[in-house]
């Protein structure tokens, strides 16, 4: 199926290369320098999330089409079930800490941020409820029919969780500045994607309307 393809391209460019990442590696775990590493601290969290979630529904779908192994389950059913179970987990997962963005940029009263965020909220809150629906189908054939909803749905949430996080590695800021999400414009977004960052550079932290990242630290001398 097509989807497919793109979402494994999705999350292969959702890998971040970012110049912080030796400071994440060497930085106590405090949750003053976790707040400071935001939002690329729960963009890597997001991003493993949303690959145990494809993972999940890959076997999902297997499962309906009769391709899984049954491992230590006594019926298809049961090894369903608890696929299903383990995939409302993880989409609980990612539907907090969505929605733990969402706050901390509300609080600064960052409004595209917010509204981006909002967005990718919703696809989450969507996809969660589509699994729900997987669990209460009556008959293969219904399921079926849910869990290709749900595959769209998580396609959908990936590709706007790329709209946010994607680009980052490529900027290229200078010591003292600030990272920054702004509006990225119609015609550059891509198909199916309401909204998505820019990611540039700032001096003032006080300008950025997007999610404001962390600030580029200078240079041991």
Known sequence: M???????????????LSPLAGQKRSAPHSAATASRLEPFRSFAILDAKLSLLTSQQA???????????????????????????????????IRRFTAHLQSRYARQHRAFGVKILKLLRARANAVHRDIYVVQRAHTESSARVADERLGKGIVALVLQFQAVSGGYATTQCAAQEWTCCEPKRTKDLMPG??????????????????LLGPRIPRSPR
């Open 59 to 93: 076997s999902l779908e297997a499962s309906l089409n009769g391709r899984a192994p049954e491992s230590g389950a006594s019926t298809p059913a049961q090894s369903r079930a608890k696929l299903l179970n383990s995939m409302r987990v993880t989409s609980a997962e």
């Open 2 to 16: 097509r989807w497919k393809v793109i979402l494994n391209s999705v999350l292969l460019t959702t890998l971040f």
């Open 193 to 210: 994607v309401q909204a998505a960052c820019r990611w540039t550079c700032l001096p003032n932290s006080n300008k950025c309307t997007g």
